[in-house]
Each structure stands twice: as C-alpha cells, then as structure tokens.
Nanobody
Framework: QVQVVESGGGLVQAGGSLRLSCTAS????????MGWFRQGPGKEREFVAA????????YYADSVKGRFTISRDSAKNTVYLQMNSLQAEDTAVYYC????????????????????????WGQGTQVTVSS
C-alpha cells in the first residue's frame, strides 16, 4: 500500500503561481505513476497532470498545458505541481494520487488521466485564485 500527502495550497491572485508537493510513502517501489486531479466548487473531479514514474513521461489536461508543470524528486518519492499564470477557474481542491496496482508502462494519455487507475489518494489541498 502507498500513502500520499499533499501540501502547498493557498490563496493567490490571478496571474500568480503556486507549487504543490506530494510525498509518497509505503510500497513506493511498486508505483507506476503519480497524478494530480482537482475538483472545483460544483464541478466533477478532473484530471490535471500525471507522470509515468518509471519513464518520467508527463501528461497534462489541455486546460493547464503551458501553465502547469509536473516534476519529481525520485529520491524523496515526491512529485510537484508548479502552477503558473493561475486563473480563477483553477480554484479547486487539488488531490494527489498514486497508481501502484494498475500495471501500465505505455503512453496512452487516456490511461494516465483515468482516476480509476489510481488507488491511493491524498486528503486534498485547497487552491483559491482571486480575480
């Protein structure tokens, strides 16, 4: 079992930046990927970004491409989400997730963006962007 804990949320003005962190613990050697999802007020959970933990390849939702960057520190089992040019519509609770059960090494973005492939979830961190 893998556990993940997020941090780094907060209040920022539109156009500003924030960096979220997520640290995994437990059976991290079995992880296939880590991802970020978000749920805005009155909205369904949506995919933000993901990383193939073995290959380091990354995947992004169209709404955040060019603004958000997912990266990692493998030695710390930590993944980051650097969010730049934040907009009011980015306001949401951001969740980190890890996939340690659905074995997949491919590059199909639809797989990496499928929340059902992730078996460990953090408690979420609030990001509020004021306009």
């Amino acid at each position: 079992q893998v556990q993940v804990v997020e941090s780094g949320g907060g209040l920022v003005q539109a156009g500003g930046s924030l960096r979220l962190s997520c640290t995994a613990s437990g059976r991290t050697f079995s992880m296939y990927g880590m991802g970020w999802f978000r749920q805005g007020p009155g909205k369904e959970r949506e995919f933000v970004a993901a990383m193939n933990w073995n290959r380091g390849s990354t995947y992004y939702a169209d709404s955040v491409k060019g603004r958000f960057t997912i990266s990692r520190d493998s030695a710390k089992n930590t993944v980051y989400l650097q969010m730049n040019s934040l907009q009011a519509e980015d306001t949401a609770v951001y969740y980190c997730a890890a996939n340690s059960r659905s074995r997949y090494y491919g590059s199909d973005a639809s797989v990496w963006s499928d929340f059902r492939k992730y078996d460990s979830w953090g408690q979420g961190t609030q990001v509020t962007v004021s306009s």
